[in-house]
């Protein structure tokens, strides 16, 4: 699927008097980056974004790093962070992870003290204690975010969901972004209402056939999670000029509590809110 998007090369297999092969410049590929284009804009235009991204970097993020001009990165990458609830920060890095099409590019753990994670979110984040050890393999804050930043340059395309919070974690700026959070609506909801990643995933499997599905009630992957946003964001762009239609919004309780049920009420009735 790379190969779509990323200008082709010559055949390093072939012989020297065999002309290099061109790069092609109109089909599959130049409508894809037509529709990529399109996406980031679609991004950039939703009423949430200078909120959640411009004004961000511009308050928050005066101290954070940026990609550097001279590094080499690929188009278009998927981001994904897990957070843990710190002493010094309630959204406390904890893992990050790279996808591209071919598959996973950057997968690290941030190294913390036991001492100062008051709550590792294991439910939701899937980080446990020993993930963030030395011994595992854990890094330092500064070391994940250099590496980061080694991977992409400032015209790398970043996919996410709900990206701010990723960048946020990783004290990273970067503008050129997609964020699956703003691409899809919601069906009868005003802009305010947003898509879980999940929900998307459940909702879009008929349309995108390589989302892996997932099992309710598991921990969140940030490898798996960047995938899926990395895969809806291609789906929007090959899409292009269509879009996909406002999606109904999905919800998952986890308990209903019953009281005071009227006498009388038929077992089908309450069975039916379920």
Sequence with gaps: ALAAIAPATGDGDSAPSRPAKKPRTDGTEA???????????????????AMEYTRRFEVEGKNWK????????????????????????ENALARASLVSFSGQVYNAYVLRNKEEVLDYRTSVSGV???HLTKENGA??????????????????????????????????????VVDTALLFKVQGKTDWQKHKLRSLVSLMRSKIATLEPF???TPHDSRQDADWALKLALYEASIH????????????????FLSEIPK???????????
């Design 241 to 256: 000029p269509k879009i996909t239609a406002p999606l109904k919004l999905q919800t998952f309780p986890k308990k209903l």
């Design 264 to 274: 009388g009420t038929a077992r089908t009735e309450v069975q039916g809110l379920f």
């Design 215 to 217: 099992t309710a009630d």
């Design 139 to 176: 890094l330092p804050f500064s070391v994940v975010q250099e590496q980061v930043l080694g991977l992409i340059s400032p015209d790398t395309i970043l996919v996410g969901h709900a990206l701010q919070n990723d960048l946020k974690a990783l004290k990273i700026v970067h503008t050129k």
């Design 31 to 49: 409508r894809l980056m037509v529709g990529w284009r399109a996406v980031l804009e679609r991004t950039r235009k939703h009423p949430h974004y």
């Design 128 to 130: 446990e204690a020993h």
């Design 66 to 89: 940026r990609p550097s001009p001279g590094t080499k990165g690929k188009l278009v990458l998927g981001l994904d962070c897990e957070m843990v609830y710190a002493k010094d920060d």
